[in-house]
């Protein structure tokens, strides 16, 4: 039997390794990093997290929540040392990166099927094989994926937000609390920087002033800082710089929205505007602020979030940053297996493939590890059922018009209507989830390892 071949160590390509090795696949595992870093990554770990440490709500009535909940019934590896690194993030599922990567890469080493390569690929594999170099692909690989494809990638820009240090945050301004959740004090998973109308006035004023990164040749023409498609803009990690351009409230009414806090001060006082920062690290000793992802320079990143309140001394661990994210034009070229149309024994994982978020790329990843697997094993391949939220996503980037097409994440807009819609949003919700729930476990004695029907392959 053939050795499967996956580039690209991150988030799918892991996923992918575990799945097809579980399945009696020979892997052969290449990460090209510590050789070759990305500018994105600060390890050389497989499965680093680069742009935030949370997955997703774990809520069953969440988008996010329910393709977890499909990923742990399918097996999925990654969502298991998650929840083994799992810090405090109110509803979410958020890790510590550190064990996290751990976790992950401690487990690809172990398998006996797996072999990994600290090597960059070059060009694409004249074998079976997954490609899930992820957002950052190299530039040789982008152009021997270029050339298969017969035509220009498609590109969006991302950016990440700074974290600072836990203890330089002044808990005598900040305060703990999550969400229309009582108590406060030393409760609450997240750290909140209340604004009045005056502070927030002057945060964004500031910020909106403030000294961009120069963009790069390439770059010149997104001046707005983030691109998708065809002169389409990726809504999912604007700026923040770049949002609040949109409006002198676009921030408060976004990501730093007040909704279900108040102060726990004598008495309780309304807030304008908040900052929340979500814990780090398992340790507790590095925080993130919370949609504060930022394409500002370091010495205006320090001055402007220094404004916050309760941030004023704040010590940055890292610095926000943009980097260039890749995607294919997956309609043209992809077939709900996640194989390349023209060439079967080829898949595409990850964000590549046009989803979006942590949850999208361990789902494609898991998809394309059990596809390779039953290919190599003479076995058809598997196209989830659309009602299911893995099945909506590849459905979703395989039929969708290539002049609109750009990332998504996990929706309910993605999922085919409900038959007899309860009312109430919630109620609407868990329809979803126990219809995709019922669907996905008629296909689970097919998919499970343990119960596949090996045959040779020829």
């Keep these: 039997m053939d050795e499967l071949i996956i580039v690209g160590g991150g988030l799918a390509g892991s996923e992918a390794a575990w799945q097809a090795a579980q399945r009696g696949i020979r892997v052969a595992l ?5 050789a070759v870093q990305t500018g994105a990554h600060r390890t050389d770990h497989l499965a680093e997290l680069v742009c935030s440490n949370s997955l997703g709500s774990n809520q069953l009535d969440r988008p996010s929540g329910l393709l977890k909940e499909e990923l742990r019934q399918l097996g999925s590896l990654l969502i298991e040392c998650a929840e083994r690194s799992a810090i405090p993030a109110g509803g979410a599922l958020a890790v510590d990166r550190g064990l996290f990567a751990t976790a992950v890469e401690e487990a690809i080493s172990n398998h006996p099927n797996i072999r990994i390569a600290r090597e960059e690929v070059h060009s694409i594999p004249n074998q079976p094989a997954i490609i899930a170099s992820g957002p950052l692909t190299a530039p040789d690989l982008a152009k021997s994926i270029q050339d298969l494809t017969g035509q ?6 991302d950016a990440i937000a700074p974290v600072v240090m836990a203890d330089s945050i002044d808990m005598n301004v900040a305060f703990r609390g999550s969400r229309y959740e009582e108590g406060n004090g030393e409760t609450g998973d997240y750290i909140n920087c209340p604004m009045d109308e005056r502070q927030y006035d002057a945060f964004v004023s500031a910020l909106l002033a403030a000294e961009r990164i120069p963009l790069r040749e390439f770059e010149t023409e997104i001046p707005g800082g983030v691109r998708a498609g065809l002169q389409r803009y990726f809504e999912g990690c604007l700026p923040i710089e770049v949002l609040a351009e949109r409006g002198t409230e676009s921030l408060a009414f ?20 908040v ?25 205006e990143q320090r001055r402007v979030f220094r404004m916050v309140p309760g941030l004023e001394n704040a010590e940055f661990a890292r610095y926000g940053q943009m980097h260039r994210n890749t995607f294919i034009a997956a309609p043209r070229l992809l077939q709900p297996t996640l194989q390349v149309r023209e060439y079967p024994d ?18 494609t990843g898991l998809l394309a590890g059990v ?34 097409f750009q990332p998504m994440k996990a ?13 109430g949003k919630h109620e609407r919700a868990m329809q979803f989830a126990d219809r995709s729930l ?16 090996k045959r040779p392959h020829d």
């Design 346 to 363: 080829l898949f595409f994982a990850g964000q590549l493939t046009g989803v979006e978020g942590y949850m999208g790329n361990i789902a």
């Design 254 to 273: 976004g990501p730093m929205r007040p909704i279900g806090l108040r102060t726990p001060r004598k008495p309780a006082r309304r807030i304008f505007a």
């Design 411 to 423: 929706n309910y807009g993605i999922l085919p209507p409900l038959e007899k819609p309860k009312p």
């Design 152 to 157: 220009d990638h498609l590109f969006f820009y």
């Design 438 to 453: 019922q669907a996905l476990a008629t296909l689970l004695p097919r998919i499970h390892p343990s119960n596949l029907e």
């Design 371 to 404: 596809n390779a697997a039953r290919f190599l094993q003479s076995l058809p391949t598997l196209a989830l059922p659309e009602t299911t939220m893995l099945g909506a996503l590849c459905h979703y980037i395989t039929h969708a018009g290539l002049e609109t």
């Design 275 to 299: 900052l929340q920062l979500r814990q780090d690290d398992l340790a507790g000793t590095l925080y993130n602020l919370v949609g504060c992802q930022t394409n500002l320079l370091y010495s």
């Design 30 to 34: 290449y990460e090209m990093r510590p």
